[in-house]
């Protein structure tokens, strides 16, 4: 039998690069140009490359609402990819928020769960809001909260609470699992 592998989920806007900030709410950037990786991201995945996969799931409606194309969205994730080689991305364009693929539903980590033999109670999932931290709990993983302090609903179920992905990083660098 296979051995079940390890992994960390990660959202991208607001967890991997810097969102847009209007008002204390948080949006996707739109143009290539605006994403910008937070520091530190690179150094951290190369270490959590060593022992887990690196699964980002994204939701992105804005391509369904024709805000961004699909050209420049993909353009964001050879960035994103080149920095820190995550091993799948995963983006939902669903609009309707019962979609199964769209968080804080669990579509995306449950494929991500199949398709690499994931044992979720040895993985985290990393996120910024609480869409991100409803669906590590769905899937059974430990959730990491990154409160940036936006203007929105925060999450209360998450296993930590920290500021930056760093402080995140290091809960996971620390873990003895």
């Known amino acids: 039998m296979k051995i079940k592998q390890k992994a960390i989920f990660l959202d991208r806007d607001g967890v991997l690069n810097k969102p847009i900030i209007l008002k204390r709410k948080s949006f996707a950037p739109r143009k290539l140009k605006d994403?910008?990786?937070?520091?530190?991201?690179?150094?951290?995945?190369?270490l959590f490359k060593?022992?887990?996969l690196l699964i980002v799931v994204t939701n992105q409606p804005d391509i369904k609402r024709k805000l961004i194309s699909l050209e420049e969205i993909n353009l964001m994730h050879k960035k994103l990819y080149n920095s820190i080689k995550y091993d799948k991305l995963y983006f939902s364009i669903a609009l309707n928020k019962n979609s199964f693929m769209r968080k804080p539903n669990p579509g995306m980590l449950i494929k991500a769960i199949k398709e690499f033999n994931i044992?979720?109670?040895?993985?985290?999932?990393?996120?910024?809001?609480?869409?991100?931290?409803?669906?590590?709990?769905?899937?059974g993983c430990k959730t990491i909260f990154i409160n940036r302090n936006y203007d929105e609903k925060k999450?209360?179920?998450?296993?930590?609470?920290v500021n930056s992905f760093s402080s995140a990083a290091r809960i996971i660098l620390n873990d003895k699992n």
Do not use: E, H, T
């Open 50 to 52: 060593k022992k887990f």
């Open 119 to 139: 044992n979720p109670r040895l993985s985290y999932m990393i996120g910024d809001r609480w869409s991100d931290i409803k669906a590590g709990k769905n899937i």
């Open 35 to 46: 994403f910008v990786i937070y520091p530190n991201v690179k150094k951290y995945c190369k």
């Open 155 to 161: 999450p209360i179920i998450q296993d930590y609470s």
